[in-house]
């Protein structure tokens, strides 16, 4: 209430435009006339819901599973052809409201729970349509957020409510009498199923919204709809970027006040990643050098960024917030899904079929994570940050290998799916078995890289012959492989037989003889 009075009789007038007001009896309950003020309309209609409750009071309420899995189907092309349109021109709307909220029109306490501010495909669509209408498209990810004179910035989109995009698009609806349900309800914006976990530093938004536009194509081919919650959109920016903070309102001197003027950090991640069962991490650019943002470190033990440093590999993996969000979904045994773009899908498809040493660059491309080099875009996130990671088990110590070896886990198995889609009769000798091999077992699979490891041999017996030095190679690496599973029994012919051959090929002196002399003697 206190915040309502608040506001300016304009945006009073707005807000109450998605106010319901319903008579005291709850078995009589009947819609009470009020003045709509963006819409003009003057009654809100009889419920039609099954319970006889109304659309609005109804969605809030906790939906049962079977409600959640009817609400997530995939049924309606036409469907989402419509919400894509109506995402359209509730954004156009949204561009067109030239009123400037002088706080939020919502307090935190009465907004739109973070989990439920899920964006469907259809949604994402249209706000791919919407900015490329606009030449915003290939704009980095902190321009769209809030480039000065762009028009249709997020912070200039959500200026007339001080809310994530969002919640905007639901006000948006309400405002211009759209029905509710097929924006809350189905089409637009839900219960979010996905994490967008990503990095803004270099990052277009054309390349993010292709991503994960080729993502939910693979994955809603199971029939489940995918709601994404992207912090770009799902979280109030305006309230980030501290556009309503007001240096004479401190924490000390005006609590309420200064907590209405920041976003509500404490919980917004935490409820988006509570909702979500999948994690969608986008791990660009795979390979490369680029400079490093002068942003500080999530350590202030690390001291400051050297200028000019440069740093490698996917830039998720040098944030501190991507690093968090990866190692909270995983400890919630969220699925985790890789996103790449199709450059660095063939980059990461070549190495493994033609680079002999491919599985050596997976482990040095992850080799390079380490939360302690980890930057943030604003040191305020730093308490936040290492006061969720000590809840996590294992730590700040622990961070790094659940990650690593997350990863390192994804790229064995798309390793081994493209294993499987190459022809028998090709594979047994081939590079990208014996990559997929050597990764599955740095990763710890032992048991599955020494299925693949005899394959390999054998084919190997077969194209060149017992005595081959690439057979001898193949021989040595699968009797190590179960020497570490401590598999003896198995381990101890294989080792006899390439010392045999090695005696026989290349002497008694020679370096690998001496190895194969030293293996033997460890198993015995």
Sequence with gaps: ????????????AELMAATFVFEASPAEAKPIEVQMGC?????RPEPTTPTG??????????????????RHSVKDPAGSVDAEALTLRLLSSLKADGERAAL???????????????????????????????????KVMGDVCKAPGLAVSVCELTKSTGLSLA????????????????LVGQATVSEATSFFS?????????????????????LEADGRARF???????????????????????????????????????????DAIDAVGEILFYMEPLAGAWAAPPHPFLLAEQGEPAAGWVRHGPAALTRAWCIFELAKALAKKCTLHVLLSPESVGLFEDKLRHDGGGWKWVGELLGGIDVKLAQISKVEDREYILGEVGKLEGGMGAINSTVMGALRGWMATEGKAMLGAMPSAERGTSTL??????????????????????????????????????????LGSLAVNLFNQRKYAEAEPLFRESLEASREVSGNDDEHTQIDVGNLGEVL
Excluded at 53 to 70: G, M, T, Y
Excluded at 198 to 218: C, F, H, I, P, Q
């Design 433 to 474: 078995l014996s990559n997929v091999a050597n990764m599955l077992e740095n990763g710890g699979r032992l048991d599955e890289g020494a299925e693949l490891k005899r394959e390999y041999l054998a084919a190997r017996r077969s194209q060149y012959g017992p005595r081959h030095p690439n057979t001898l190679v193949a």
């Design 39 to 43: 819409s003009g309309s003057k009654v």
């Design 198 to 218: 990503y990095s803004w530093t270099g990052t277009k938004l054309r390349d993010m919204l292709d991503a994960v536009e080729r993502a939910l194509s693979n």
């Design 167 to 182: 919640e905007s698009l639901v006000l948006a609806a309400e405002a211009a009498g759209e029905d509710e349900r097929s």
């Design 53 to 70: 409750k109304p659309p609005f009071i109804q969605d809030l309420e906790s939906p049962s599973l079977a409600e959640v899995n009817e």
């Design 228 to 270: 994404v919650w992207i912090d770009m959109f799902c979280a109030s920016q305006p309230l980030l970027a501290g556009l309503f903070r007001d240096p004479a309102i401190t924490k000390e001197s005006d609590p309420e006040g200064y907590l209405a003027r920041k976003e509500d950090t404490d919980r917004i991640f935490d």
């Design 104 to 138: 939020p029109v919502i307090a935190h306490a009465e907004r739109r729970p973070s989990g439920r501010r899920g964006l469907s495909r259809a949604a994402l669509r249209g706000l791919r349509t919407f900015f490329e209408q606009h030449g915003a498209l290939d």
């Design 1 to 12: 209430k206190k915040a309502l009075e608040s506001l300016p009789e304009a945006a009073r």
